[in-house]
Nanobody, 119 residues
């Protein structure tokens, strides 16, 4: 069992930056691929970024070049650095732990953190 708690969301102006954190419980954090997903009101959840156990990363086309995912296995934490934020980035961001094989298959979800980007 893995419990995930996100933090770092908030209100920011367009062009600004935020860094999201996702802290995991348990001793097996390093054995999971980690991912970030988001869901805006009235829209389906969409993939944002993922990082494998070995540190390889993947990004959705709409955030590539602006967002960076990283992980610190010593701290059981995965991060999402978001730069050059746009109003369309407004959503609830959730992290997930699972397996990566070209797509992210999430086994455990966090509760999410709200990101609001004003124009």
């Amino acid at each position: 069992q893995v419990q995930l708690v996100e933090s770092g969301g908030g209100l920011v102006q367009a062009g600004g930056s935020l860094r999201l954190s996702c802290a995991a419980s348990g001793r097996t954090f390093s054995s999971y691929a980690m991912g970030w997903f988001r869901q805006a009101p009235g829209k389906e959840r969409e993939f944002v970024a993922a990082i494998s156990r070995t540190g390889d990363s993947a990004y959705a086309v709409y955030v590539k070049g602006r967002f960076t995912i990283s992980r610190d296995n010593a701290k059981n934490t995965v991060y999402l650095q978001m730069n050059s934020l746009k109003p369309e980035d407004t959503a609830v961001y959730r992290c997930g732990a699972g397996r990566w094989s070209g797509t992210m298959k999430v086994e455990y979800w966090g509760q999410g953190t709200q990101v609001t980007v004003s124009s």
